[in-house]
């Protein structure tokens, strides 16, 4: 029996903002709810609306920038920079900027729509 799980093919989140999402692991990808890893382009101008959501996010930016409103504080992070934002905390995720912006993002416990607590 194998001792580890090989991703080569994640699921890909339908969306209709531009924005791709590819999560290898987590509920949409295998099922688990402790945890998800996506990997994510944001294009240039994409923004989400405020959101609460009732998990742990960790980002770490690949390429570009992207802007995170954190209660009312803006937050810029560049390539090479990373952020924790803890559950429960109104946040807004914004690339305001002109390039697209790749990242990594891990949601403990494991991204669900139900639990995003979008405004």
């Given at each position: 029996?194998?001792?580890?799980?090989?991703?080569?093919?994640p699921?890909?989140?339908?969306?209709t903002?531009?924005?791709?999402?590819?999560?290898?692991?987590?509920?949409?990808?295998?099922?688990?709810?402790?945890?998800?890893?996506?990997?994510?382009t944001?294009?240039?101008?994409?923004?989400?609306?405020?959101?609460?959501?009732?998990?742990?996010?960790?980002?770490?930016?690949?390429?570009?920038?992207?802007?995170?409103?954190?209660?009312?504080?803006?937050?810029?992070?560049?390539?090479?920079?990373?952020?924790?934002?803890?559950?429960?905390?109104?946040?807004?995720?914004?690339?305001?900027?002109?390039?697209?912006?790749?990242y990594?993002?891990?949601?403990?416990?494991?991204?669900?729509?139900?639990?995003?607590?979008?405004?």
């Amino acid at each position: 029996m194998k001792k580890y799980t090989k991703q080569t093919q994640p699921f890909v989140v339908p969306t209709t903002d531009g924005k791709t999402i590819k999560e290898h692991f987590g509920l949409a990808s295998d099922g688990n709810s402790a945890i998800s890893i996506a990997h994510m382009t944001a294009p240039p101008g994409w923004s989400e609306p405020f959101q609460t959501p009732e998990f742990d996010e960790y980002t770490f930016i690949i390429k570009g920038q992207k802007q995170f409103t954190i209660e009312d504080e803006k937050v810029v992070l560049k390539a090479g920079e990373s952020i924790k934002i803890n559950k429960h905390t109104r946040v807004q995720y914004a690339n305001p900027f002109t390039e697209p912006c790749e990242y990594i993002s891990i949601c403990q416990p494991a991204f669900n729509m139900e639990t995003v607590n979008r405004e």
